[in-house]
């Protein structure tokens, strides 16, 4: 089954506001990745956490992880029209394993 | 100097023609991946190469064959087209054993009528 389930699948927000997003999996991981896919481009990596760190921070991202709960959350702090894009998990095994992603998380930032 | 570079950017092409993607990275990494996005934006791993050796080869049909030349390159060959193949087709590379992310080219939109 898939490993990572994203929640909400969609999230419609003002621009300044924060946007929370999150994700659930089911196996152990090694390491958790969020990355954002902005319409009919690539995928871009944005942060990465290992299985034994709590909470990560890079500028306006913040990415926690409950490996109890088998969760994590990508929290975007006073978000802007350019944020708008889908936002994706994935979760890797072991070091240098394959990543499988959720299924994501559509955000839309109206100014 | 684009990092991962996928050609063609789109493909249209009819039921039971053969079709190649290619695909290659500067970033001096070891390790390339095919995944394939559905047009629920859900992405499944197809296949990885590891300094040119499969190490991932996922319940993908035979029709697919990939193929890397060098650790610098990985291409798609795709038989027999069929509808089901219309999707889009990442490539993306990293290095093997460290943890960082994966760096994706822009994709590749395959559209079989």
């Known amino acids: 089954s898939q490993q990572g389930e994203e929640d909400p699948q969609a999230l419609s927000i003002q621009e300044g506001e924060n946007a929370t997003m999150n994700c659930s999996y089911k196996?152990?991981?090694?390491?958790l990745q969020w990355y954002r896919q902005n319409s009919g481009r690539g995928l871009v990596h944005l942060i990465l956490?290992?299985?034994?760190?709590r909470e990560k921070h890079s500028g306006r991202l913040r990415v926690t992880l409950d490996t109890s709960k088998k969760s994590s959350s990508l929290l975007i702090t006073a978000s802007r029209a350019a944020d708008t894009a889908s936002y994706f998990c994935?979760?890797?095994?072991?070091?240098?394993?394959?990543?499988?992603f959720g299924e994501g998380t559509q955000l839309t930032v109206n100014p | 100097d684009t990092a991962v570079s996928q050609t063609p950017k789109y493909l249209v092409t009819q039921m039971g023609n053969d079709k190649s993607i290619k695909c290659e990275q500067n970033?001096?990494?070891?390790?390339m991946y095919w995944y394939k996005q559905d047009s629920k934006k859900f992405l499944k791993i197809m296949f990885s190469?590891?300094?040119?050796?499969?190490?991932i080869n996922e319940t993908v049909p035979n029709r697919f064959s990939p193929k890397s030349p060098d650790k610098a390159h990985l291409n798609l060959h795709i038989n027999s087209l069929e509808l089901g193949d219309s999707a889009v087709y990442f490539c993306?590379?990293?290095?093997?054993?460290?943890?960082?992310?994966?760096?994706f080219g822009s994709g590749t939109r395959l559209t079989v009528v």
């Open positions: 993306a590379s990293s290095q093997f054993g460290q943890e960082h992310g994966y760096t």
């Open positions: 196996t152990s991981i090694n390491n």
């Open positions: 956490i290992r299985s034994n760190e």
């Open positions: 994935a979760t890797g095994l072991t070091s240098g394993s394959r990543l499988t």
């Open positions: 970033l001096g990494h070891d390790t």
């Open positions: 190469y590891n300094n040119k050796e499969l190490i």
